[in-house]
């Protein structure tokens, strides 16, 4: 039981160029997130998804896009990537328990320096 | 807006001194509060849930309370060890997503 997996672990792009985040839940989660960690600052939703197929957007989404073709995998992707998007990307997932006790599971992170 | 605030930033103890992390929210509907830890380089892992309705979750050496009136959640760390050095993120709850502060980052000197 792997948990949650992020692919790659870290990431150089230039200014412009796309990419694809993987994340892989192995839990049968019906929730998945996507956050971005900056120095001094929480986390904050870039988007999640409450199933299989659809996908809604969260505090930050602007120059992201994100899709959910099967229910253990959520992908995060950069079009056109930029400086400010610099950042560690963190993936987890949550069951959709009760509202009260529900938490999530979070994969390692991803190092994304865009140059 | 849910804005949630961790004090201090960043805390040094000596190795058996017992901890105080602080958390602010500013919004009191909340489904619960999470106490979450993070290792340098790693991703958070989840250390106590207090559902809104409850007043303090305890595992081991760990306490956490909650008011949620007042928006005020502490976590205590008891006999703090080495182990312990690590960055603790609070988190709230509102249908299914989380609200996070910025982190307490604790040093236990041996």
């Known amino acids: 039981n792997a948990g949650v997996t992020q692919t790659p672990k870290f990431r150089v792009l230039k200014t412009g160029q796309s990419m694809t985040l993987l994340c892989a839940q192995d839990m049968n989660h019906e929730y998945m997130y996507w956050y971005r960690q900056d120095p001094g600052m929480g986390l904050r939703l870039i988007h999640y998804?409450?199933?299989?197929?659809?996908?809604a957007k969260g505090e930050v989404p602007d120059g992201y896009n994100v899709s959910r073709l099967k229910k253990q995998n959520f992908l995060l992707g950069l079009e056109s990537a930029a400086p400010s998007q610099t950042s560690v990307y963190f993936c987890?997932?949550?069951?959709?328990?009760?509202?009260?006790?529900?938490?999530?599971?979070f994969g390692p992170g991803t190092r994304l320096t865009v140059l | 807006k849910q804005e949630v605030t961790q004090i201090p930033a960043a805390l040094s103890v000596p190795e058996g001194e017992n901890l105080v992390l602080n958390c602010s929210f500013t919004?009191?509907?909340?489904?619960?509060l999470q106490w979450f830890r993070q290792d340098p380089g790693k991703g958070l892992t989840s250390l106590l849930l207090?559902?809104?309705?409850?007043r303090e979750q305890t595992s081991g050496r760990l306490n956490a309370s909650l008011d949620k009136s007042s928006g005020r959640s502490t976590l205590y760390i008891a006999a703090s060890q080495p182990g312990d050095s690590a960055t603790y993120l609070c988190?709230?709850?509102?249908?299914?997503?989380?609200?996070f502060g910025a982190g307490t980052t604790v040093t236990v000197r041996a």
């Open positions: 988190a709230v709850s509102r249908d299914y997503k989380l609200s």
């Open positions: 919004d009191s509907a909340i489904y619960n």
């Open positions: 987890a997932s949550s069951k959709q328990d009760s509202p009260f006790t529900d938490t999530q599971y």
């Open positions: 207090i559902q809104s309705s409850q």
């Open positions: 998804s409450v199933g299989e197929g659809t996908t």
